[in-house]
């Protein structure tokens, strides 16, 4: 039987940047938060960070912790990115208290607790509960949301990480997790944001981790939809970068 760390350090590396391309924060502060959200489109995740911090408030604190973690799972030297994780997780963290029925806020804590797991360790990792802890907030994000389309994604990358890695039984076991269950997610995920260029990459990347060889084809009709879709802003050229990645792997020889 595979030990706890090795099952928390597989499901936390399914965690794709990707994961998810997550609604931006709303109107409050509308000139300041434009202001963040352009420098956020243009990749600027640093500065939009900052200004969206600056704000002082759960969609403020939102935004920054996004803008963050996506800086430091693409962009950040290796060195980096326990720091920019750790902030992360903190303005996250500000998010929800502020305003815990902010769905985003919930989200947030999600991915950033997501990425800090992923530098510092399968076992630590573990000690923490942080597999426990993703899922929860997750959850709460589709409490509060039933039809965030990123909560579903996330919720069924968790589900595909730990039943890809142990297999249906023991993941059913130890987490509850179920392959049923990340495909009725992924499901519900495309009829509520057919167009969303993360969705169809998340439904492959989900597919792969759980059956390559049974789901290829099925995989390969998903990435050519996400590459299909025009990126909008820097983060989704990121993620058509890494669509078109994966789909050159998973054609390749052997792939």
Same mark, same amino acid.
Not at 124 to 151: F, N, Q, W
């Given at each position: 039987?595979?030990?706890? #760390?090795?099952?928390?350090? *597989?499901?936390?590396?399914?965690?794709?940047?990707?994961? $998810? /391309?997550?609604?931006?924060?709303? +109107?409050?502060?509308?000139?300041?938060?434009?202001?963040?959200?352009a420098a956020y489109a243009e990749g600027r995740f640093t500065d939009a960070a900052r200004i969206a911090e600056s704000l002082g408030t759960s969609r403020g604190f939102a935004l920054a912790a996004q803008s963050l973690t996506v800086h430091g799972y693409f962009i950040a030297a290796r060195g980096e990115k326990e720091g920019l994780f750790e902030r992360a997780l903190g303005l996250a963290q500000k998010a929800v208290r502020s305003d815990p029925g902010n769905a985003d806020a919930h989200m947030q804590l999600a991915r950033a607790t997501g990425r800090l797991a992923q530098v510092i360790g399968?076992? =630590? /990792?573990?000690?923490? #509960? !942080?597999?426990?802890?993703?899922?929860?907030?997750? =959850? @709460?994000?589709?409490? $509060?949301?039933?039809?965030?389309?990123? /909560?579903?994604?996330?919720? +069924? %990358?968790? &589900?595909?990480?730990?039943?890809?890695?142990? #297999?249906? *039984?023991?993941? %059913?076991?130890? !987490?509850?997790? %179920?392959?049923?269950?990340a495909v009725a997610s992924l499901e519900r995920a495309m009829e509520l944001a057919p167009d969303a260029k993360d969705v169809p990459l998340q439904y492959a990347l989900g597919l792969l981790?759980? @059956? =390559?060889?049974? &789901? %290829? =084809?099925? /995989?390969?009709?998903? $990435?050519?939809?996400?590459v299909a879709i025009p990126a909008k802003d820097a983060f989704e050229r990121l993620l058509d970068k890494l669509a078109k990645d994966r789909l050159k792997a998973l054609e390749a020889p052997g792939g």
């Open positions: 039987m595979r030990n706890r #760390g090795d099952v928390v350090g *597989f499901v936390l590396s399914c965690w794709l940047a990707v994961a $998810l /391309a997550l609604p931006l924060a709303g +109107a409050a502060n509308a000139g300041s938060m434009q202001e963040a959200q399968s076992l =630590e /990792a573990a000690d923490r #509960g !942080y597999v426990e802890k993703i899922r929860e907030a997750t =959850e @709460d994000a589709l409490r $509060l949301d039933p039809d965030m389309a990123s /909560a579903h994604v996330s919720l +069924a %990358r968790w &589900h595909t990480g730990v039943v890809g890695k142990v #297999g249906s *039984f023991l993941a %059913r076991l130890t !987490y509850g997790a %179920r392959e049923n269950e981790e759980l @059956d =390559e060889d049974e &789901h %290829r =084809e099925r /995989a390969r009709s998903l $990435l050519e939809q996400s």
